[in-house]
């Protein structure tokens, strides 16, 4: 039930246009929007816990991290590498705690708000962090 009442809020990602930040912001910013109306903090910092706890929980978690996060990363930084915006040798994984580490680390260990911005922040680290030489 918390996963589902934290997919309820997470609006849809907006990934058009031709800048890498913005596209790379627009995958995750819908946790960023999420976290910051209302509760939607304490709902996200509930499902997160869920999910840890609880396989079923889990599982529902990491399919919608998936199909709505992972997914579209590894098509954008694929088509970065052709580009050379970004190194071939880019690791998915780490592009995603890159992505998510603060923001999980703000909504369950500080117990606090996200701030505005951290999403396209971290979208410039990532890019800064896999750009190409």
């Known amino acids: 039930?918390?996963?589902?009442?934290?997919?309820e809020i997470i609006p849809q990602a907006a990934t058009d246009g031709r800048d890498p930040v913005e596209r790379l912001t627009g995958i995750f910013l819908p946790l960023e929007a999420a976290a910051r109306s209302g509760a939607g903090h304490?709902?996200?910092?509930?499902?997160?816990?869920?999910?840890?706890?609880?396989?079923?929980?889990?599982e529902t978690w990491r399919q919608w991290l998936q199909t709505a996060m992972r997914t579209p990363l590894?098509?954008?930084?694929?088509?970065?590498?052709?580009k050379q915006v970004v190194r071939r040798d880019w690791a998915l994984d780490e592009a995603m705690e890159q992505m998510l580490g603060p923001l999980w680390h703000r909504l369950v260990v500080m117990r606090a708000p996200v701030q505005d911005g951290q999403t396209r922040a971290q979208a410039?680290?990532?890019?800064?962090?896999?750009?190409?030489r």
Request: charged content about 25%; aromatic content about 2%.
């Open 74 to 82: 590894r098509m954008l930084m694929a088509e970065l590498a052709a």
């Open 42 to 58: 304490g709902v996200l910092r509930a499902a997160l816990v869920a999910a840890a706890d609880d396989s079923d929980a889990g």
């Open 1 to 7: 039930m918390c996963i589902e009442s934290a997919l």
């Open 124 to 132: 410039e680290r990532v890019l800064a962090i896999f750009e190409a």
